[in-house]
């Protein structure tokens, strides 16, 4: 496991100290704009996604059985990242009429069917479990 951790570090450093190279010397990039965005990132991240996920993760521990309490936390986190990443693209604010190429698709019903997918694997996974023998 230590020597797992450490090539997974040393990848995510290098990927970010690339990534700040990258910013640092692109004559494009706007740093104020990027600083801001980057703010916005973890102030969302902390207000909003961290407490859904505690207090989701806190209601299933609550009212969920023990043998599909993983299965479902996992599904759930899961299904909340997709529909937070999903939800500008479902709601099509900013969609033109007359530019059919925009956001062609129907991504409601996509969600949904991602969400099945999910949740679906849950199922098998909890299924699967219980008839393991212990």
């Keep these: 496991m230590r020597w797992t951790r450490r090539i997974l570090v040393a990848a995510g450093t290098g990927v970010m100290a690339y990534a700040l190279f990258g910013a640092l010397t692109d004559p494009a990039t706007e740093p104020a704009g990027q600083l801001a965005f980057l703010a916005a990132v973890v102030i969302a991240h902390d207000a909003i996604l961290m407490p859904l996920i505690i207090g989701l993760g806190f209601l299933i521990g609550r009212f969920a059985p023990i043998p599909v309490r993983r299965p479902i936390r996992v599904a ?23 530019d059919p190429s ?27 479990r219980r008839r393991q023998p212990r």
């Design 76 to 98: 759930a986190i899961i299904s909340l990242a997709v529909t937070l990443i999903a939800i500008p693209f479902v709601l099509g604010r900013g969609r033109r009429p007359d």
């Design 102 to 128: 925009a956001l062609p698709l129907d991504y409601g019903r996509g969600l949904l069917i991602i969400l099945a997918l999910v949740w679906a694997v849950a199922l098998v996974a909890t299924l699967t």
